[in-house]
């Protein structure tokens, strides 16, 4: 039947019934749950939990409270099964993916350390001699990060009203977590418990000044005894190390006794202590403007031995992690309101441990001296090309080349990396190997994307050995070991409060996904160099 237009004039359907339907649509509109306008938080608290597991965690569910990590999976928006876009995972190049939403291909911090290509010493992620520490002797800033930050952002687009801080028991956590243009970063330091910063934020808050002087660790550990927390945590055991373990008993003696303390199941209460203060302090909360905070915790084992050595110290850092978790959100709902605080809990994605001899169990494994590679490496290339230091030096799996004596002699960095490449795949305990030209101008693959992520042309080698799974990375020349594993780490992605709904959701997402979720809900722009979407769901 063809479409007939109605004329109003004459029609029984008058205009008269349009205009009075007006309100009655309106209303309609209104109570549609699609058209609900979320209120944006007071305060963001995007904790990021160095070492944390989904296996570990729920395991160790019989012995929580109630508020902590039984709060955020109960009334939380969960995401189950998490990654990173990236491989090679350490705290800082995760953090600084959090932040920014993107990975170090963008963001520049491949690891916590790399190799200065002037000076051909290890220099941290963090360093730079322009700016002073403050109550510590190390030198530090932002100055490698080289893309913005969530609190960046939030900086810009509240014209530097937002409050934004970073508090981490480690330099490079606290300060990628920051970013560049926060109000400050503080952390532990090594070599005397003090909570210390940097002058690239300005001078330390007196608030800050008032909390370190009102407590120093250094007095605090004379008396202090680790032992379980209670006895459900002394005598419940989930690992299978020979059954329950005898309660242990920790003291913190001699020049390693910070080192130590910021392994153990203690540190967490010594960050959120600083971290209320932090808020209460600095006026976190008390307007309509979105405030962030960043918070680093630690639930990695005791001095990063084996868990079969230290399987009570683990399941009580879990313990007092639950409780930490709680205090800090209750105390923010207490002040702002749960409608009015954010939080946001996830991992670092990986596990950094001691493992025991894998020869005892017969275990396919191996040493892999990346020096002596790297020396023969040279001695082949100097009896191709003629006398010269064409190896750098070495870090990690990374080697380094001699960009100078290349163009020196005129030599093609291609024929270099690709010779040298045909040598390495003949080595034992190699699996393969990736140049930067591979990396950068290479097909793309599934396997070989993760890898590009993790690489950055300005700080990364110029190759890349991956060593076969159980085998041994030994630079001869720093003494370092690694074991390379390359096991699936379970861990969560949780948002809490804020009036979000909660549910448990089982897709797999990616953590670079945060900063641009955290920026939807606070209304302002993603990180300049994030791409990753929002999750969806959140109604803002």
């Not at 170090?104 to 000076?119: M, Q």
Request: aromatic share 10%; glycine share 8%.
């Amino acid at each position: 039947m063809p479409f007939s237009p109605i004329n109003y004039e004459n029609s029984n359907f008058g205009m008269s019934k349009i205009v009075s339907l007006i309100p009655i649509a309106a209303l309609a509109c209104i109570s549609s749950p699609a058209q609900v306008t979320q209120t944006v938080p007071r305060i963001v608290v995007n904790i990021t939990v160095d070492q944390l597991r989904s296996d570990y965690m729920n395991a160790f569910m019989p012995i929580y409270g109630e508020k902590g990590f039984k709060r955020l999976l109960k009334d939380g928006k969960v995401y189950n099964h998490a990654e990173y876009p990236q491989s090679g995972l350490s705290r800082a190049s995760s953090i600084a993916t959090v932040s920014t939403g993107t990975v170090p291909y963008d963001h520049g911090i491949i690891g916590e350390e790399w190799l200065d290509r002037k000076t051909l010493r290890p220099v941290s992620c963090v360093d730079d001699d322009s700016y002073e520490g403050l109550l510590t002797a190390e030198k530090t800033s932002p100055v490698h990060l080289t893309v913005s930050t969530i609190g960046d952002e939030l900086k810009i687009a509240s014209e530097g009203k937002s409050v934004v801080y970073a508090i981490s028991p480690f330099r490079d956590a606290s300060v990628l977590g920051a970013g560049h243009a926060a109000d400050g970063a503080f952390w532990i330091n090594r070599l005397t418990g003090r909570w210390c910063g940097t002058s690239y934020y300005g001078a330390f808050p007196t608030w800050a000044s008032a909390v370190d002087r009102q407590s120093l660790l250094d007095d605090r550990l004379k008396s202090t005894l680790w032992k379980p927390i209670s006895e459900l945590s002394g005598n419940f055991s989930y690992f299978l190390s020979g059954g329950v373990k005898k309660p242990f008993e920790h003291r913190f003696k001699g020049d390693l006794r910070f080192t130590s303390f910021l392994t153990s199941g203690l540190v967490n209460e010594h960050v959120c202590d600083f971290a209320l203060a932090c808020i209460n302090g600095s006026g976190m909360g008390n307007d309509e403007i979105t405030d962030y905070l960043s918070v680093t915790f630690y639930a990695g084992n005791f001095e990063s031995k084996p868990v079969a050595d230290y399987p009570m110290e683990l399941q009580d850092t879990y313990l007092r992690l639950d409780q930490s978790i709680a205090r800090l959100i209750d105390s923010v709902e207490s002040k702002v309101g749960k409608d009015h605080v954010l939080v946001v809990l996830t991992s670092t994605g990986y596990c950094n441990e001691e493992t025991r001899n894998l020869y005892t169990y017969r275990i396919p494994t191996g040493t892999f001296y990346i020096s002596r590679t790297a020396g023969l490496l040279n001695m082949y290339l100097g009896a191709i090309f003629g006398n010269g230091q064409y190896i750098d030096g070495t870090y990690g799996n990374a080697i380094y080349l001699n960009h100078k004596l290349l163009e020196e002699k005129q030599i093609s960095l291609g024929d270099v990396l690709g010779r040298c490449e045909e040598i390495l795949l003949q080595s034992d305990g190699v699996k393969e190997v990736y140049t930067s030209q591979r990396l950068v101008q290479g097909a793309w693959t599934p396997s070989i994307s993760k890898i590009r992520n993790s690489y950055n042309s300005k700080v990364s080698g110029d190759i890349l050995v991956q060593v076969s799974p159980g085998w041994y990375i030994f630079n001869e020349d720093t003494k370092d070991t690694r074991l390379v594993r390359e096991s699936y780490v379970p861990f969560p992605i949780i948002f809490y409060g804020n009036r979000l709904e909660s549910s448990i959701i089982e897709t797999p997402v990616s953590v670079d996904c945060i900063a641009a979720t955290i920026a939807q809900v606070v209304r302002i722009r993603a990180p300049n160099a994030c791409s990753s979407a929002a999750l969806g769901g959140f109604s803002y």
